[in-house]
Nanobody, 123 residues
């Protein structure tokens, strides 16, 4: 059974930082493409960043320079470092996994999803 468990969300002031974590089980983690997505109230889920098993990453253009994705294959863990947070970053952040080497920031590409973690940025 595949499980993706996110943590690290919370409330933060504008300009603050958070690091999200996602621990995966039930998959051969090191071979999977992993990604972060987010969904704000009333909006569609959107891609934040993805990283394949080779360590190559792709980011949403609007988030480059503020967000950084990384992975620790020894710990089956994916990370998202978020800096200089803005109110528009408020959303539920989801971890996703797909058995592929492609880097696609589209939710439809991913088969497995976590339950999400809430990030709230207060002005």
């Amino acid at each position: 059974q595949v499980q993706l468990v996110e943590s690290g969300g919370g409330a933060v002031q504008v300009g603050g930082s958070l690091r999200l974590s996602c621990v995966a089980s039930g998959i051969t983690y090191s071979t999977y493409c992993m990604g972060w997505f987010r969904q704000a109230p009333g909006k569609e889920r959107e891609g934040v960043a993805v990283m394949n098993r080779f360590g190559r990453a792709s980011y949403a253009d609007s988030l480059k320079g503020r967000f950084s994705i990384s992975r620790d294959n020894a710990k089956n863990t994916l990370y998202l470092q978020m800096n200089n947070l803005k109110p528009e970053d408020t959303a539920v952040y989801y971890c996703a996994a797909e058995s592929s080497t492609y880097l696609l920031l589209t939710p439809e590409f991913f088969s497995y999803w976590g339950q999400g973690t809430q990030v709230t940025v207060a002005s």
